[in-house]
T-cell receptor, first 114, second 113 residues
Framework: NAGVTQTPKFQVLKTGQSMTLQCAQDMNHNSMYWYRQDPGMGLRLIYYSASEGTTDKGEVPNGYNVSRLNKREFSLRLESAAPSQTSVYFC?????????????FGPGTRLTVL | DAKTTQPNSMESNEEEPVHLPCNHSTISGTDYIHWYRQLPSQGPEYVIHGLTSNVNNRMASLAIAEDRKSSTLILHRATLRDAAVYYCILIQQGSSNTGKLIFGQGTTLQVKP
């Protein structure tokens, strides 16, 4: 199993450009999450999807959109990138919303917006 | 929201035990205590979790105070690979619980050879 994979690993954008971050998991998990991590800080939740076909806002959703394409894939889109969105983005998944289950994280996408 | 407090940093010598503390004085009765760690340039990884009783797994042990207002993650023999940021996280409760993780600043563990 590859676990949680993310593409691309690195990306540089200019202000105003758009892009989509891809995330896929092969563990048959129902829940998927997008977090961002700014330098020296903990992760903050952007959006999550409790199951295929549903998405909800997290702590910092402004400037982002998401799509739960199918059970495996959960993408994050920046419509008009801003320097404040320079960050490392992590995707995570979990089998279900049961509190005792662990989340599995991808390796991250390092995004720089100039 | 229940909040956790951890020391910013700790140091340990290789092959010695490490005790990483976490205070969560406002924890709710049914909140689970989870620990994750983040190695340099990697995503977080699950370490251990518990509710009331002490827990052991192949990675670590979790000691939970009787009043549940604090807990301690124990690495029995630290290795260089254990150098990471360790996060103590309470899983949010509620009718619309999403299981989302609320990350604090964590404790940066340095392991000296």
């Amino acid at each position: 199993n590859a676990g949680v994979t993310q593409t691309p690993k690195f990306q540089v954008l200019k202000t105003g450009q758009s892009m989509t971050l891809q995330c896929a998991q092969d563990m048959n998990h129902n829940s998927m999450y997008w977090y961002r991590q700014d330098p020296g800080m903990g992760l903050r939740l952007i959006y999550y999807s409790a199951s295929e076909g549903t998405t909800d806002k997290g702590e910092v959703p402004n400037g982002y959109n998401v799509s739960r394409l199918n059970k495996r894939e959960f993408s994050l889109r920046l419509e008009s990138a801003a320097p404040s969105q320079t960050s490392v983005y992590f995707c995570a998944s979990r089998w279900d919303l049961v509190l005792t289950l662990a989340q599995y994280f991808g390796p991250g996408t390092r995004l720089t917006v100039l | 929201d229940a909040k956790t407090t951890q020391p910013n940093s700790m140091e340990s010598n290789e092959e010695e035990p490490v005790h990483l503390p976490c205070n969560h004085s406002t924890i709710s009765g049914t909140d689970y205590i989870h620990w994750y760690r983040q190695l340099p340039s990697q995503g977080p990884e699950y370490v251990i979790h518990g509710l009331t009783s002490n827990v052991n797994n192949r990675m670590a042990s979790l000691a939970i105070a009787e009043d549940r207002k604090s807990s301690t993650l124990i690495l029995h023999r630290a290795t260089l690979r254990d150098a990471a940021v360790y996060y103590c996280i309470l899983i949010q409760q509620g009718s619309s619980n999403t299981g989302k993780l609320i990350f604090g600043q964590g404790t940066t563990l340095q392991v000296k050879p």
